[in-house]
């Protein structure tokens, strides 16, 4: 395991180093977080006679904690395992004296988890500090619904990273498949913002498309995680979401395994 965790420790520290590009993401997703709030707002506005499954306040939370968490969403794969086939280098992945599924894996969790904990985090210090010292408490990211609940919500978060790494390593393996990563990472974006809860919160879809929505994997990424930091969950349904989030990790990496063992098999890298 040292030299996975190392791996993981030296792409996390060098993508952290992006600074402009996380203040950039930050900047892009207050705006787009503003929008959507106000979008909810106009919503529940019209539709309070219809009794939602969750508060204005409880929506304007989700959002926030959505567009912290923007960078956590699959969209794509990894950017240096696309590179690495484009030119060949992928065959030295091939030859190092470990797994190569693994060695993919730490580096990508490392490449995710930095582009996620510093937008995180201004998000937090923007949403949930500085509007309502402005006096924007109902606009504002509300804290977790009790102490327990914040514990749940950190556990399934590491899931939720475990989760997407376990997705973005299915879309290297199709990225190294067809030798091209673009095609499969344009298929990948709209299912993610959808599916995930990015988009709107799942809770708010139609009543007969809850239960499919809650058991396909992209809701583990955001919207289980949100459902246990406001509480909607608590006792045995929210260890049966968790368990449902490590579920599917542990079959999206044997799907990975499979599919890179299958990959290796037939791949042919040219150049010289």
Request: glycine letters at 8%; one cysteine or more; aromatic letters at 10%.
């Amino acid at each position: 395991m040292a030299a996975y965790r190392a791996l993981f420790v030296a792409r996390f520290l060098q993508v952290l180093q992006y600074r402009a590009a996380a203040l950039a993401g930050f900047g892009t997703q207050c705006w787009w977080g503003g929008i959507k709030v106000m979008v909810l707002a106009a919503f529940f506005g019209q539709a309070g006679h219809a009794a939602p499954t969750m508060t204005l306040a409880q929506a304007i939370t989700y959002t926030w904690v959505a567009q912290g968490l923007l960078a956590l969403l699959p969209w794509g794969g990894d950017p240096e395992v696309a590179l690495a086939v484009r030119t060949g280098a992928v065959a030295y992945d091939r030859l190092r004296p470990i797994d190569a599924y693994a060695l993919w894996f730490a580096r990508s969790a490392g490449w995710i988890a930095a582009r996620v904990l510093p937008r995180v985090a201004l998000m937090a210090a923007f949403a949930a500090v500085l509007l309502p010292l402005a006096g924007l408490h109902a606009w504002a990211w509300q804290l977790p619904a009790t102490p327990r609940a914040a514990l749940v919500f950190a556990l399934s978060a590491l899931l939720a990273l475990a989760l997407s790494t376990a997705l973005v390593m299915l879309l290297n393996i199709a990225a190294a498949a067809a030798l091209d990563a673009r095609g499969i990472n344009a298929f990948a974006v709209p299912l993610v913002i959808l599916l995930s809860g990015n988009l709107v919160p799942l809770a708010l879809l139609p009543d007969g498309w809850q239960q499919a929505l809650l058991l396909q994997p992209l809701a583990g990424l955001l919207d289980i995680p949100m459902r246990l930091y406001m509480a909607q969950a608590t006792g045995a349904q929210a260890a049966a979401l968790l368990g449902l989030q490590a579920f599917w990790v542990v079959a999206l990496v044997a799907l990975g395994r499979w599919g890179m063992a299958r990959t290796m098999r037939t791949l042919e890298v040219q150049g010289g």
